[in-house]
């Protein structure tokens, strides 16, 4: 079979497409049917254009860093390093980059040895070597419903079973988990992993109570399950108190000062840095370890050396007060977007209040909203884009039925400008006004919102935790709004 | 006896089927250049007409799907500006697109579509049109589907099964556009025949001739959505479709006609549905601007039928030139 060139000579006699296409076909991997383009995807890329409004990304704001320091910074890897950052690293990366790794893991209270690090091309990668480690075909992952939009492409190329256990405002019922994996048990099948965003979970916003963790270490040590340990956004809380990761939480379960060994936790410096460095990390039971680095070196042999050695040479930087300056750029992030959440909750307030429902997250990036359950946020995100200009992710993309959560949005709110949250939500809020009328105008009801996510059931009585989720509040009528927002 | 001319491919846009616009336009540039065409591409954005009037190119290839490429638009454009382009004129576009004028107008002629009702949202807003569904739901029947009148997003086509769903499926619809067609739901085998115009260059008119037949065969019985069908992977092509040849025959005859009602030039494809209990055959909708990627319907047809893709390329773009 000829697959190269297109045929040469003249042109005229190619025999090309319908052919060309069943040759192709067959010699795609049984995986790439797992690969599958979605029509919401594609608008979804649509709406990347500078007059739309895009609440949509999963974007931290990097317009803030400060210029003059990257460039010194760019400039000294440069000249000090030339051969070095030119050139190849080692797969498991570099050591000066594993020590900054030591030391934001240990900002979040967690210890972990240089050697049990990994670095990756992004916290990406880590969802990619975990399931290439783990994942045969049919595997059974469980996952939190929603889930990482961004991990459901990656669990479907490796044709994994994804079962997903509705989250509420105290993150994923361990109750629910449980029956899930009776469930399974019963079919005579256990999960590769347990994958969960503990912190702010995105796209839900909420967080894993204390107790959850506890209960979700024992749960996992009673029947040797190994769980993702997700957590891009640790350190970006804008109230309450950090909690323990759960990394941290089953090395204190091993005891004896050990660390943990049925945790895989995911890191990264997208969020508390940049996404544009590439730089993840994985810290992981040293025999996983050892698969996620062969696995790495099949991938891409080691990660960027040039931005490992920016990185290095940013935890070396001192502020002004004599402290890291990543820990001082850490605390203007959280500022920031500590404003911007209460930008985004007061705009919600203004706009959708008694339409819709929304999660009140402590931290992180992301609100996760709501709608009637009428309402498609798919058909909702092509009127906006089409006749308002914004963007924000359907809640479908959080599902990996690519069914669920329709009636769902994850609105980002941190890496757009103040003025721009207000204006989007309050453009979201008029195009679901239209819908929501329209719908009134074909039923003579009114609009039904479900809360975000549940108010957490009382489990277990040290598990009472209400202070995440904002739930529904019935204020001003909608139809004296509407007029208003004409 | 191929000329080199200057051709612009349009291609990209703003409408939903941008992604598949652009793979067209790719495909299609390739074969150009392979004939031995000059080749310009352009992205159907703000600049296209001062980018069009600055090249000034001898023709300009559509390769535009939905918005602004297929409902005439772009076509009123360039008769505008005196450009030749490839396929159909605005009217046809227009006719094709539209699928409730579409739809009035093959029922007119005789030809089968299913039955349907139109309703403008702002019928809804403004006439009180809401009152009328009941009637139109009655006389349609459930399980029935709801399409935007205009726009091929697979995204935008509703169904309803019950009368629960109906208001869902219309607000879902009237997202795409602000009519929608309401139309009886079909069950059974996905056809589509391609048409090309008969007579080449310098040639006496022909009738238009029917390509064979393609059948779109779902990997799962039953679809929950419009989206997973049209979703790569999870439909085989078979080509020419495993017919009875009356079938076929009557499916080609039925695209021809309804190529020739419309008014259809250079080429089009007309999507059939061959119903599962009756053993009908119904015409669903004419596309202007069908897909050219290496994956699309058109191309296989002309495949089977022995055409290569530069061939087909060439005959396209013979229709803009016998104008």
């Known amino acids: 079979m000829e697959l190269s060139g297109s045929g040469g000579g003249d042109g005229r006699g190619t025999r090309a497409t319908a052919h ?95 050697s049990e690090v990994i670095v990756t091309t992004g916290g990406q990668q880590v969802l990619d070597l975990v399931c290439k480690t783990l994942i045969d075909p049919g595997d059974v992952i469980v996952a939190e419903a929603p889930t990482y939009p961004g991990a459901v492409p990656t669990f479907s190329a490796y044709q994994a079973d994804v079962e997903q256990v509705e989250i509420d405002a105290d993150g994923m019922p361990i109750d629910a988990l449980e029956s899930t994996l009776d469930r399974l048990s019963a079919q005579g099948r256990r999960p590769k992993f347990i994958y969960t965003v503990p912190n702010f ?239 009134g105008s074909l039923t003579g009801t009114s609009a039904k919102a479900r809360p975000p996510v549940a108010a957490p059931a009382s489990e277990k009585a040290t598990e009472r935790m209400a202070d995440v989720v904002a739930l529904p509040r019935r204020g001003e009528q909608p139809a004296a709004r509407r007029q208003r927002d004409r | 006896m191929s000329l080199t001319r200057r051709v612009a491919v349009l291609k990209g846009g703003r409408s939903l089927e941008r992604a598949v616009s652009l793979r067209s336009g790719a495909h299609v540039q390739d074969a150009l250049l392979r004939l031995g065409h000059e080749v310009v591409a352009v992205d159907a954005g703000p600049a296209l007409v001062p980018e069009l009037l600055e090249l000034e190119p001898d023709l300009a290839f559509i390769a535009l799907h939905g918005r602004d490429g297929e409902d005439g638009t772009v076509q009123s454009l360039l008769d505008a500006i005196g450009l030749a382009y490839t396929g159909s004129g605005p009217a046809a576009c227009m006719r094709c697109t539209n699928k409730a004028l579409a739809k009035y107008m093959m029922r007119e002629a005789g030809i089968p579509t299913a039955p349907f009702h139109p309703l403008a949202e702002l019928s809804i807003k403004e006439l009180g049109a809401a009152a009328a569904t009941a009637r139109i739901q009655d006389s349609i029947g459930f399980p029935l589907v709801v399409k935007p009148a205009i726009g091929g997003s697979a995204l935008g086509v509703k169904f309803a099964r019950t009368e629960e769903e109906l208001p869902g499926a219309l607000v879902g619809a009237f997202s795409y556009d602000r009519t929608v067609v309401i139309e009886r739901y079909l069950r059974g085998r996905d ?100 897909g050219m990627t290496e994956t699309s319907l058109l191309p296989q047809a002309a495949d089977a039928a022995g055409i290569t893709f530069e061939e087909l390329v060439e005959r396209v773009l013979e229709s803009a030139t016998a104008r």
């Not at chain 1, 967080?207 to 979700?216: K, P």
């Not at chain 1, 985004?344 to 402590?362: S, Y």
Request: net charge negative.
């Open chain 2, 191 to 290: 056809l589509a025949v391609s048409v090309i115009d008969g007579a080449r260059e310098g040639e006496q008119p022909r009738r238009p001739l029917a390509l064979p037949v393609v059948e779109a065969v779902p990997r799962e019985e039953e679809f929950y959505d419009y989206e997973s069908r049209y979703q790569i992977g999870m439909t085989t092509f078979v080509c020419p479709a495993e017919l009875p040849p009356e079938t076929t025959a009557r499916a080609q005859g039925l695209a021809v006609e309804v190529y020739e009602l419309l008014g259809c030039r250079g080429v089009a494809r007309v999507d059939l549905m061959l119903e599962r209990d009756t053993g009908e055959l119904w015409v669903l909708e004419t596309n202007v601007v069908p």
């Open chain 1, 201 to 439: 979970q995105n796209p839900g916003g909420v967080t894993m109570s204390l107790a959850r963790r506890r209960r979700l270490i024992a749960l996992a040590r009673e029947r040797e399950l190994l769980i993702l340990e997700d957590n891009p956004y640790g350190l970006l809380r804008y109230e309450g108190e950090p909690l323990p990761t759960l990394y941290s939480l089953d090395a204190e379960a091993v005891g004896r000062g050990g660390t943990s060994d049925l945790v895989i936790y995911l890191g990264t410096f997208s969020k508390i840095l940049s996404p544009g460095l590439r730089l993840g990390w994985s810290v992981a039971p040293r025999p996983v370890l050892e698969k996620l680095n062969l696995g790495k070196q099949g991938a891409d042999l080691c990660s960027s050396s040039v931005t490992q050695m920016f990185v290095a040479a940013y935890f070396a930087e001192r502020a002004a007060d004599g402290g890291p300056e990543w820990r001082r750029y850490v605390e203007e992030l959280r500022a920031l977007y500590r404003t911007r959440r209460d930008v985004m909750l007061a705009a919600l307030e203004e706009h959708f209040v008694g339409d819709a429902t929304w999660t009140r997250p402590q931290g992180g990036l992301f609100i996760w909203a709501t709608l009637d359950e009428r309402i498609d946020t798919t058909d909702l995100l092509a009127l906006a884009r089409k006749t308002e200009s914004v963007a924000f992710v359907p809640g479908r993309a959080a599902f990996v039925d690519g069914r669920s959560g329709a009636s769902s949005m994850r609105l980002n709110f941190a890496g757009v400008p103040e003025e721009r949250i207000r204006e989007g939500v309050r453009r979201i809020g008029r195009a679901m006004r239209e819908q929501l009328g329209l719908l």
């Open chain 1, 20 to 114: 060309e296409l069943a040759r192709y076909e067959a010699l795609f991997a049984a995986r790439t049917r797992g690969m599958k383009s979605s029509a919401m995807r594609e608008m979804m890329a649509l709406t990347e254009r500078p007059d739309v409004i895009s609440l949509a990304g999963g974007l931290p704001d990097t317009s803030t860093f400060p210029p003059e320091l990257y460039s010194r910074l760019m400039a000294k890897v440069a000249a000090d390093s030339t051969a070095r950052a030119l050139q190849y690293g080692p797969t498991e990366g570099m050591a000066a980059t594993v020590d900054c790794i030591v030391e934001v893991m240990a900002a979040e209270g967690t210890r972990v040895e240089p």
